[in-house]
């Protein structure tokens, strides 16, 4: 016998040693792997824009620039200037405001006056004056007149006014005057009301100002006297057919008058009396068979308001 080894049936005996084992190579991807892949990138992509968009939103990246053109269009809109050197001056009760026009890029269209916040007028281009005769004395008015041009407006020009009160003694005395008449004393009278209304017109001898006045009783005919003007106080003393009566026959009767001026106003655009208080006499002597009569009356007149 040999000593090859035996093949007994059945059996398989390896060489030694044993021969290298090559590496097996690896799967091929599947599809769920690209997947998973393409899944894992878009999410990093996503982390990243999300924590870009935290920190702008945080103030930690740059502010947009605007564009040139945005800047170039403000600059370019049309601007008006101011109305120059407005003044204002007082003419007894009206405000004569006066300024001159702006020499600006724009023409002016209009100029636009108000007072205290309200439009008063709009004065055309070629005119840079405007008189208001709607204010009162004793107040204060502030006025502003802006520029206008296509519908863009100007800062306005503003100028402040107060107008005078003047004295009393300056009151013109004139018009009609509801007068309310109370008898404090009296005698020789049969009966006598002791409360009335007289109607009082009083026209000036003078084109301004305060003077002597013609009086006269409304309602009364053939009644009328002159009032001589001191300061306040308008006197005169008149003799003719008052409201007295002997029967049926109308006596003749003295009359005094002594008017104190107590309120002014503006009366027609001028400085007038709008109240007075003061006193009326009447003197009757005895005639056709009747005593002598006299009584006191207190007055308070107010002006009635022409139409």
């Known amino acids: 016998m040999d000593d090859q080894g035996t093949h007994d049936e059945g059996t398989l005996h390896a060489a030694w040693p044993p ?51 945005t800047k170039a269009s403000a600059s370019s809109s049309p601007t008006v200037a101011a109305p120059a050197g407005l003044t204002a001056a007082v003419n007894g009760f009206s405000v004569t405001l006066n300024w001159t026009g702006p020499a600006t ?6 100029y636009r006056v108000t007072r205290g916040g309200a439009v008063l007028a709009t004065v055309p281009a070629n005119e840079t004056t405007y008189t208001d005769p709607g204010v009162f004395p004793g107040r204060s008015y502030d006025y502003s007149v802006t520029a206008l041009s296509a519908g863009v407006s100007s800062e306005p020009s503003t100028v402040h006014v107060t107008i005078e ?20 004393s009296h005698y020789g009278f049969s009966q006598i009301a002791l ?19 013609a009086w006269t009783i409304i309602g009364v005919k053939g009644f009328t006297g002159t009032l001589t003007a001191s300061g306040t106080t308008y006197q005169g003393t008149t003799t003719g057919n008052f409201l007295e009566r002997c029967g049926s026959t109308t006596t003749r009767t003295t009359v005094a008058v002594d008017l ?26 005895s005639q056709l068979g009747c005593v002598t009569s006299h009584a006191v009356e207190n007055l308070t007149g107010t002006l009635v308001p022409s139409a």
């Open 19 to 69: 021969a290298p084992t090559e590496p097996m190579p690896p799967p091929p991807p599947s599809g769920g792997g690209r997947s998973k892949a393409v899944l894992i990138g878009a999410a990093v992509i996503l982390a990243i824009g999300a924590a870009i968009l935290v920190a702008v939103l945080a103030g930690g990246g740059s502010k947009p620039t605007p564009h040139p053109a």
């Open 260 to 285: 104190h001026v107590s309120h002014g106003g503006k009366v027609d655009g001028a400085w007038g009396v709008t109240r007075f208080a003061g006193t009326l006499t009447q003197d009757t002597p």
């Open 195 to 213: 409360t009335s209304t007289y109607g009082f017109k009083f026209t000036p001898k003078c084109g301004t100002g305060p003077c002597a006045v």
């Open 165 to 184: 009160k003047p004295a009393l003694a300056q009151a013109r005395l004139s018009g009609t005057f509801n007068v309310k008449s109370h008898v404090v």
């Open 105 to 110: 890029r724009v023409s002016t269209d209009v």
